[in-house]
């Protein structure tokens, strides 16, 4: 079975300061990784995505992700928060093989950035 | 975020009614989900469709009924359901390969629905 833990219910951040919104990941073979963000009475929208290759993936809005195969982490970060990235982050992983179609998610990382 | 669109966004129904969610998506894509969002849990996979057939139905009780009628389609039928019931409803597609699914899913808005 694969899970997702997302360890903070909430990260607080000042506007200009570096953000990390945390995950951890278990799966049995190699996790596809993903990061999704919901703004309020919004869908989730996808951020970036982590196959394989470099374990540094660069994605929409100016947010990265660093995949730790040794640590199972897959820390969302950005180095200068803006207030309009306050919203619901979400990680999720699946893993490779056909059929494999079970997208396992997080229960969510509330970011508050403070003006 | 037009890629995938769900109507009606807001539901309100009584336990004996009978109503339809419809999602579309515009992508081009061969797969579609639904998933179950309640306040502080994990998002649930409900039903996976692939190439308008079936692939997943993750113990989800019988009052909720899904249709996919063509790949761009999804519609997911409800009769008399339970207030726990109350969530936002989620649709996803995305473009699945010789049944590998990994590829980005992209959500619709959803429909908040509440059953009184």
């Known amino acids: 079975a694969q899970s997702v833990a997302q360890p903070e219910d909430q990260v607080n951040v000042a506007e200009g300061n570096p953000l990390t919104v945390k995950c951890t990941y278990s799966?049995?073979?190699?996790?596809?990784l993903f990061w999704y963000v919901q703004y309020p009475n919004r869908g989730l929208q996808f951020l970036l995505k982590?196959?394989?290759?470099?374990?540094l993936v660069k994605g929409s809005y100016g947010f990265e992700a660093e995949f730790n195969k040794s640590q199972t982490s897959f820390h969302l970060k950005k180095p200068s928060a803006l207030v309009s990235d306050s919203a619901l982050y979400f990680c999720?992983?699946?893993?490779?093989?056909?059929?494999?179609?079970?997208?396992?998610f997080g229960k969510g990382t509330k970011l508050s950035v403070i003006p | 975020e037009t890629g995938v669109t769900q109507t009606p966004r807001h539901l309100v129904m009584g336990m004996t009614n009978k109503k339809s969610l419809k999602c579309e998506q515009h992508?081009?894509?061969?797969?579609m989900y639904w998933y179950k969002q309640s306040a502080k849990k994990p998002l649930e996979l409900m039903f996976v469709?692939?190439?308008?057939?079936?692939?997943e139905n993750n113990s989800v009780p019988s009052r909720f009924s899904p249709e996919c009628p063509n790949s761009s389609h999804l519609f997911l039928h409800l009769h008399t359901l339970q207030p726990e019931d109350s969530a936002l409803y989620l649709c996803?597609?995305?473009?699945?390969?010789?049944?590998?699914?990994?590829?980005?899913?992209?959500f619709g808005p959803g429909t908040r629905l509440l059953v009184l």
């Open positions: 996803a597609s995305s473009q699945t390969t010789g049944g590998y699914f990994q590829e980005t899913q992209y």
């Open positions: 799966v049995s073979g190699n996790p596809y």
């Open positions: 982590y196959i394989t290759g470099d374990n």
């Open positions: 999720a992983v699946s893993v490779s093989g056909a059929g494999s179609y079970q997208l396992t």
């Open positions: 992508l081009g894509h061969n797969a």
């Open positions: 469709y692939s190439l308008e057939e079936r692939v």
